[in-house]
């Protein structure tokens, strides 16, 4: 079995044509677990895997580093798009993608038949809690959550196709993200668990990041957790509608219109056969 593997500002993928399905469902977690590890594996922070779609012009499953399934993946689909044309199975600079948060329509920047620039429409943010899921009543918008006995953090918490829970912070490399990170992501308040984001604003054109992944840990950059910073962000008045973020791995842009836009490179790292 043939695969690739891909980066999005370091939050890296194993990318897998499994359109005759020869990783079937049920293996696919374990298999996941194991191709990511990093010292027994290829090591990634997840698999992606080329699906046939009735939907879209092709489908995505995506398996992060720990066999969950998450709903899509941002850096992750723009890693697909770019597998997917140079492997000449969607043969097209702009077409859908179908994933568990519906289609994301995306846009190749296309030099010497290499893909360079993937922008991705990501849809509009949902601010209601039962979409996280989230426990409770009513949009969290800049609200106290206690995360231990001596810590209360605000937090705005969305979906833009998977739960995330942002957090605006002053000094984002002072930020203790490997000990707030999980104790956030396995909060009671989160039965399904959730991403974090810790953000500090630099400007209204501007926000630095760093990313607490569920089922990955901290990773150099996620693309859904950009575009929740982002929407949060614009939600509070702290940016406007267009938006540099500078995450451990690089930039992201990302446009608020009536869907969020975002924008940002993939790359090739090497490809291999798995045994």
């Known amino acids: 079995?043939?695969?690739?593997?891909?980066?999005?500002?370091?939050?890296?993928?194993?990318?897998?044509?499994?359109?005759?399905?020869s990783i079937s469902e049920k293996e696919a977690p374990a298999i996941a677990k194991k191709l990511c590890d990093r010292r027994f594996g290829v090591g990634a922070d997840g698999i992606l895997l080329v699906s046939n779609s009735n939907t879209s012009d092709i489908g995505m499953r995506t398996f992060n580093a720990d066999g969950s399934e998450p709903e899509m993946c941002g850096?992750?689909?723009?890693?697909?798009?770019?597998?997917?044309?140079?492997n000449g199975i969607v043969k097209k600079e702009a077409f859908a993608i179908e994933t568990k948060a519906g289609p994301k329509p995306v846009w190749l920047t296309v030099k010497n038949n290499e893909v360079d620039v993937v922008k991705v429409d990501m849809g509009t943010p949902n601010w209601n809690r039962e979409s996280l899921?989230?426990?409770?009543?009513?949009?969290?918008?800049?609200?106290?959550?206690?995360?231990?006995?001596?810590?209360?953090?605000?937090?705005?918490?969305?979906?833009?196709?998977?739960?995330?829970?942002?957090?605006?912070?002053?000094?984002?490399?002072?930020?203790?993200?490997?000990?707030?990170g999980p104790l956030i992501e396995n909060h009671k308040a989160f039965p399904k668990r959730t991403n974090v984001e810790f953000v500090q604003v630099l400007s209204k054109y501007e926000l630095k990041i760093r990313v607490w992944e569920r089922g990955c840990g901290e990773t150099f950059a996620c693309g859904t957790g950009t575009c929740a910073s982002v929407a949060a962000a614009n939600k509070l008045a702290k940016v406007k509608d267009k938006v540099t973020v500078h995450l451990l791995g690089g930039d992201l842009q990302v446009d608020v219109a009536k869907t969020l836009l975002m924008t940002g490179p993939a790359s090739k790292v090497f490809e291999g056969k798995l045994f």
């Open 1 to 21: 079995m043939n695969f690739w593997k891909m980066h999005g500002l370091g939050n890296d993928f194993i990318v897998i044509d499994n359109r005759i399905e």
């Open 75 to 86: 850096n992750g689909t723009r890693c697909f798009a770019k597998y997917c044309y140079e």
């Open 133 to 180: 899921p989230m426990i409770g009543q009513g949009p969290c918008i800049n609200e106290p959550l206690q995360v231990d006995e001596d810590e209360t953090y605000n937090v705005t918490c969305l979906s833009v196709g998977n739960p995330h829970c942002v957090i605006f912070v002053e000094n984002v490399d002072e930020t203790p993200v490997e000990y707030v």
